[in-house]
């Protein structure tokens, strides 16, 4: 039995609404609506304390261009994670807006992002908007996820000072490319080939209590939640046998 004109009226609607619901649910580029606030500090960048444990590294990274984050922060899976950040009032923000990495974790006034200095301003057209844009403190503003990008870099390992030669080791990764997350981290005697996951200490840090001798491979998993996109990135350089405590490793790779 056909049905009167206005339920099908009513029913394309219903159709037309959760089509753009669910695709807005699977929409991995589309932008969420937000707020954003920012941190001043003496240079206008970063910190270099942040809940990552990148150290300096995390006050300049990017230009400086980098941000604290609330639930975006996952427990430390987000650190390193690249976003677009443009405010929304047409009067003073950019269309571009900024790209941000996250270095820190972070909450303010129903905030995703507590952006550096620097960064805030780059969402604004000018000066002076970037100047009225920090009177106002906290604005609304629309993100994204997007790839990192650091042309002419590899990804490396920040040996932590924690670290104790050779009954300790606790490294952090920098110039996570690409845009997925790293979910998981091997470490693998390069010798035996041998190779066991490490525990996330926090942030973007990964330790190993009792590590094992000689030359180390790091392996890294990058994930995007799909496991059949899941990727093992091997490194082209290992850990030489005698690593030390403050120095950085070059992968000698780069992840698109």
Known sequence: MALPLQNLLHLSVCLVILTSVANAQNCSNCFVHSRASYYPNSHEKGTDHGACGFGTFGATVNGG????TSGLYRNGIGCGACYQVRCTNSKYCSNNGVTIVITDQGSGDKTDFILSEH???????TADAAATLKSLGVVDIEYRR???????KNIKFKIDESSNYPSYLAFAIYYQQGQKDITAVQLCETQSFTCKLLQRSHGAVWTKTSPPSGPLSIRMLFSNGDEAEDTWVVPVNAIPQDWKPGSIYDSGVQVN
Do not use: L, N, T, W
């Open 65 to 68: 261009d980098v941000s604290a």
């Open 119 to 125: 960064a805030f301003s780059k969402m604004a057209q």
């Open 146 to 152: 997007v790839s990192c990008s650091y042309p002419g």
